[in-house]
C-alpha cells in the first residue's frame, strides 16, 4: 500500500505466489485477496486457449502469439515465461496503475517469472507453495479429470522441476492442511509490510524524530 503522510514516493508491496500445478494455489490466492482489501490481483496475459468455465480479463487476458511477442519486444512486461509451449506475462504498466491507486499487487506466476521478479524487484515478497508430498499432487490433478493421462505426467515432472526452485523464495508454505496453509500465508501477509527496510522507507520522518 502507499504510505501517508510524507513519503509519498514509496510504492505498494509486490507478492509473488509460484506453486506446481495441483498445490492449491488458487484457492489460497482467492482467500487473500478476501482477506486483504487492499490487496489487487494482477491478471496476466496469455497465448493459451481459454478454458470452459474461464473469464477474459478476469482470470487471464487471453492474446495471440503475434501480440504477446510484439510486446515482449517492447519491453512490456514486468516478466514473461514460456510454459507448456504457451506464453505467460505481467503487464508492468498495470501493476504500476495499482501501486499509484495505493494498493498493493500480488503476482500468480511461474518460477521463470519469479526469479525475473527477483533481479528487477529484490524488495518483493516470494511465496512458495508445495503440496504435501507427490502422491497427493497427483491425485489432485487427476481428480481434476481435465487432462490425459500424459498431460498429467507432463505436469508432474514439470512440478518436479518447478519445486526445486522453492529454495530460492522468501517463504515456503506447504499446503498439506487448507485452513492451516491459509494462516500461515495470511501471516506473512501481514508480516512482510513490517520489515525494517520498509519500515525505514515508510516511517523515515517518525524513526528521525524518535532516534535523533
Known amino acids: 500500500m502507499r ?3 510524507k513519503n509519498k514516493d514509496v510504492v505498494g508491496e509486490l507478492y509473488v505466489i509460484a506453486a506446481p500445478s495441483g498445490a492449491g494455489k488458487t484457492s489460497l490466492i482467492n482467500s487473500a485477496l478476501s482477506e486483504f482489501p487492499s490487496l489487487a490481483f ?3 496475459d496469455t497465448t493459451r486457449p481459454i478454458r470452459r468455465g474461464e473469464i477474459d480479463g478476469e482470470h487471464y487476458h487471453f492474446i495471440d502469439r503475434a501480440t504477446f511477442d510484439q510486446r515482449v519486444r517492447q519491453g512490456r ?6 510454459v507448456f509451449g504457451n506464453g505467460y506475462g505481467t503487464d508492468r ?13 500480488l503476482l500468480e506466476i511461474d518460477v521463470q517469472g519469479a526469479a525475473q521478479v527477483r533481479r528487477s524487484h529484490p524488495q518483493a515478497c516470494q511465496i512458495f507453495i508445495l503440496p504435501p508430498s507427490l502422491e497427493v499432487l497427483r491425485r489432485r490433478l487427476t481428480g ?4 490425459q493421462p500424459e498431460i498429467i505426467a507432463r505436469r508432474l515432472g514439470e512440478a518436479q522441476r518447478e519445486m526445486s526452485a522453492c529454495m ?8 498439506d492442511d487448507f485452513d492451516r496453509a491459509r494462516e500461515q500465508l495470511m501471516a506473512i501477509i501481514r508480516a512482510w509490510p513490517m520489515r525494517r527496510e520498509r519500515q525505514q522507507m515508510r516511517q523515515k520522518a517518525r524513526l528521525a524524530e524518535l532516534l535523533a
Open 77 to 82: 512486461y514486468l516478466e514473461h515465461a514460456e
Open 93 to 105: 504498466a498495470h501493476v504500476e496503475s495499482l501501486w499509484h491507486e495505493g494498493r498493493d499487487v
Open 42 to 44: 494482477s491478471v496476466s
Open 3 to 5: 504510505a501517508k503522510g
Open 168 to 175: 530460492e523464495f522468501d517463504w515456503i508454505v506447504i499446503n
Open 144 to 147: 481434476r479429470g481435465t487432462d
